[in-house]
Structures are given as C-alpha cells and as structure tokens.
C-alpha cells in the first residue's frame, strides 16, 4: 500500500500539495484528515471529493505529520488501499444514544466483512466515549481492535467537528472499518505519567462527577498531593495545571491504570467533574508531574509494538492527548520524531480531546494525557 503525507496552513497550500502528490500516477483512494476548526474544512473535503478521494475527518487541538507539531493547519494522510477493504460511516446522537449508534454501525461493518477493525472520532463534548466502545464489543467481542481520538476545536471547548465526503457533525460519531483480513492494524497506548502516593477509595461519585476521596473534597486532595497554589475561583489556570499535570489514575483490576483528568471544578463543594466514568468505590492514585520519563516511555512502548507485533507498516496514524503538548511544550516534537523514527514511514497525528484504545493488557478504554500509535500494513 502506497501511503503519503501532506500539510498546509490554508487551503491553497493543501490544494498545491494534493497536486504534486498526484502528479506522478497515486492515486489514493482514502485521506485521513486532521485539522483546526481555523481552516476551511469544506473546502478541503470537497477538493478531496472532487478527486474521488474517501474522507476520515475530524477537527484537532493541533496537527503533526513529522518531528514538528503545529497549529490552525491541516494534515492529510492519503492511501491508495482498495476501496473493499474500508468502508467510512457517520451517525449522529442527538437522543444520546451513543451505545445502540456504535452498535447499529458495527452490525453493518459485520456485514461488509468478516473480521473489522474500526478508527473513530467523534464530536461533542458531551459525548460518552466508553458507551461508543461498549456498543462495539456488544456486536462484534471483546477482542475488537479500536483506535480513535475525539475530536478538539483548538482548545476552546465549543464546537468540534467529525466529517467525511458530503457530510459533518458536530454531535456525531465518524468510523472507518478497515477489513482485517486484507488490513493488518495494530496499535499501543501509552500515558508515561507517574503515580504517587498509595491508593486511595473514591467514596462519593456519580458517572463522571467526582465529590470526594477517602471521604475528602478530590480537589483538596489534589491540591495537597501536587502542592498547588492559589487554588480559587480567580485563578483561571488552574484547571489546565490540574488537568495536564495531576490528574487521577484510575486502577484497573487488569492492564494499566487510565488517566482521568479533571476538567470541571465544582466550587460549591469542592468536587469535579473528569474526562471519563470514575465509579464509587474505585482506587485511585494520584500523578507527578511529567518529565523525560514520559516521552521515553511512549517511543519504547512502540518500538515494542513493532519487535513484537508489526515488524513492518505501511503508514502510522496517531492520537495524542492535547494535554500532553501543555505540559511538555516543544519537547513534545522529541515524542513525534520518535515515533516516526520506529518505521519511518509515513505519518499523521493530531492533538486530541481524549484517547480511544486498549490499555496495556487491558479493555478497550477511553484514555487522556495518552498517545495512542496505529501502524498499518496491507497484507
């Protein structure tokens, strides 16, 4: 399979880009489209219609397709695989009925092929992600291979969008399924933030809303565990310090810990509200803030991906929490450039608002402050 990577800041240069590359006889047939709510998104999925080119779509928090991460650009990853062996659908939720609309799209990726495997994204922030999952092991396993991110809007937390050829949403859920049979697919998460202290029992919670640990308000324990200052409502960052570098690490009874952030604070008792489910009664430790480690960690858990499992790819395609790139700044393209290097073929990414994909010798799960690599091969 013959794959490429293209980048632009506008719409011309996308344009100029796609031209060259097809200048030469490639002729793709699928474009994995990242890019910031800034750019004419429109446009680009028409110009890629126009030239009988598959559409994977979301908007981003940032875009990288090599060493360099950027913002308000887009990035393309564009594909000459046949077009039997992927098939792109986008359903909407406005009943939030997100489990039963991941069901109803891997019962018609199960009619197309035998054995699935799915990239996804999806919009809103309301949207439960763990639900998405759950409706596709419902139909086709436990053991079904998915990889998304959900969709960012340059970190304003209004509008995100997912969108394909004819279509976008901004309260929908986009999927490629990928035909296993003909499309080898695997891919690895990993956060690389460390925990501290002993685990603690969340004793008050509701879904996502996290009132206390060990029977005390989780943002007084938060703030004495990461000795952070300056915790009022004044503080307009204080959120972003608490999500990016000390967020709950929730304990799994198999496979790696996942990270749940918090992302709204609840003054009135000192409670918030994560980017995911954190049951009553579940253990929880806390973080450190990151360092070197973490980067290291990522690049050696997908070199062993690829000594273990995809000795060669074709193209990667990965979703990296756009926390990361808060808290580790430019050091962050040390990350990319890593990745890349391990197949160096090419590559496209983009910051997302969470993480969808396995734990380390877990379930399917929705992470933050994750990278999550996906490396393809045509059989």
Same mark, same amino acid.
Not at 256 to 262: I, N
């Given at each position: 399979?013959?794959?490429?990577?293209?980048?632009?800041?506008?719409?011309?240069?996308?344009?100029?880009?796609?031209?060259?590359?097809?200048?030469?006889?490639?002729?793709?047939?699928?474009?994995?489209?990242?890019?910031?709510?800034?750019?004419?998104?429109?446009?680009?999925?028409?110009?890629?219609?126009?030239?009988?080119?598959?559409?994977?779509?979301?908007?981003?928090?940032?875009?990288?397709?090599?060493?360099?991460?950027?913002?308000?650009?887009?990035?393309?990853?564009?594909?000459?695989?046949?077009?039997?062996?992927?098939?792109?659908?986008?359903?909407?939720?406005?009943?939030?009925?997100?489990?039963?609309?991941?069901?109803?799209?891997?019962?018609?990726?199960?009619?197309?092929?035998?054995?699935?495997?799915?990239?996804?994204?999806?919009?809103?922030?309301?949207?439960?992600?763990?639900?998405?999952?759950?409706?596709?092991?419902?139909?086709?396993?436990?053991?079904?291979?998915?990889?998304?991110?959900?969709?960012?809007?340059?970190?304003?937390?209004?509008?995100?969008?997912?969108?394909?050829?004819?279509?976008?949403?901004? %309260?929908?859920? &986009?999927?490629?399924?990928? $035909?296993?049979?003909?499309?080898? @697919?695997? !891919? #690895?998460?990993?956060?690389?933030?460390?925990?501290?202290?002993?685990?603690?029992?969340?004793?008050?919670?509701?879904?996502?809303?996290?009132?206390?640990?060990?029977?005390?308000?989780?943002?007084?324990?938060?703030?004495?565990?990461?000795?952070?200052?300056?915790?009022?409502?004044?503080?307009?960052?204080?959120?972003?310090?608490?999500?990016?570098?000390?967020?709950?690490?929730?304990?799994?009874?198999?496979?790696?810990?996942?990270?749940?952030?918090?992302?709204?604070?609840?003054?009135?008792?000192?409670?918030?509200?994560?980017?995911?489910?954190?049951?009553?009664?579940?253990?929880? %430790?806390?973080? &450190?803030?990151?360092?070197? $480690?973490?980067?290291?960690?990522? @690049?050696? !858990? #997908?070199?062993?991906?690829?000594?273990?499992?995809?000795?060669?790819?074709?193209?990667?395609?990965?979703?990296?929490?756009?926390?990361?790139?808060?808290?580790?700044?430019?050091?962050?393209?040390?990350?990319?450039?890593?990745?890349?290097?391990?197949?160096?073929?090419?590559?496209?990414?983009?910051?997302?608002?969470?993480?969808?994909?396995?734990?380390?010798?877990?379930?399917?799960?929705?992470?933050?402050?994750?990278?999550?690599?996906?490396?393809?091969?045509?059989?």
């Amino acid at each position: 399979m013959n794959t490429r990577s293209i980048k632009g800041k506008s719409f011309n240069e996308i344009k100029n880009a796609l031209e060259q590359n097809l200048n030469d006889g490639f002729k793709p047939t699928l474009a994995i489209v990242f890019l910031s709510v800034a750019q004419d998104r429109k446009a680009i999925r028409e110009l890629l219609d126009s030239k009988n080119i598959s559409v994977f779509g979301a908007t981003s928090n940032g875009e990288f397709i090599d060493g360099n991460t950027d913002n308000k650009s887009t990035v393309i990853l564009l594909l000459d695989m046949k077009r039997e062996h992927f098939k792109i659908y986008l359903e909407e939720f406005p009943e939030k009925n997100y489990r039963e609309v991941a069901q109803y799209i891997a019962f018609k990726a199960a009619s197309q092929f035998e054995k699935p495997a799915f990239f996804i994204s999806a919009s809103h922030l309301e949207t439960d992600a763990e639900q998405l999952l759950l409706g596709f092991e419902d139909v086709i396993g436990k053991h079904v291979n998915v990889y998304g991110g959900m969709a960012g809007d340059d970190y304003a937390f209004l509008d995100q969008f997912v969108f394909t050829n004819k279509k976008e949403s901004s %309260r929908g859920t &986009l999927v490629l399924a990928l $035909d296993e049979d003909y499309i080898k @697919i695997k !891919g #690895v998460a990993t956060c690389g933030w460390k925990a501290v202290g002993t685990e603690k029992t969340v004793t008050k919670s509701e879904g996502n809303h996290v009132y206390t640990v060990d029977d005390i308000p989780v943002l007084d324990v938060t703030q004495k565990y990461g000795g952070i200052e300056n915790v009022t409502q004044e503080n307009d960052d204080i959120i972003l310090e608490i999500a990016a570098n000390f967020p709950l690490q929730l304990q799994r009874e198999q496979g790696d810990p996942v990270m749940r952030p918090g992302l709204v604070i609840d003054w009135n008792d000192r409670s918030f509200y994560c980017s995911g489910t954190v049951p009553q009664g579940s253990k929880v %430790r806390f973080s &450190l803030p990151p360092d070197f $480690d973490v980067m290291d960690k990522v @690049i050696q !858990g #997908v070199q062993h991906l690829k000594d273990t499992e995809m000795p060669e790819a074709d193209a990667l395609v990965v979703f990296s929490c756009g926390g990361r790139i808060l808290s580790l700044g430019p050091l962050m393209n040390d990350e990319i450039e890593g990745i890349k290097n391990v197949w160096n073929v090419p590559m496209v990414g983009m910051f997302s608002n969470a993480e969808l994909a396995r734990a380390t010798g877990g379930n399917l799960e929705m992470h933050n402050l994750t990278t999550c690599c996906v490396a393809l091969k045509e059989k």
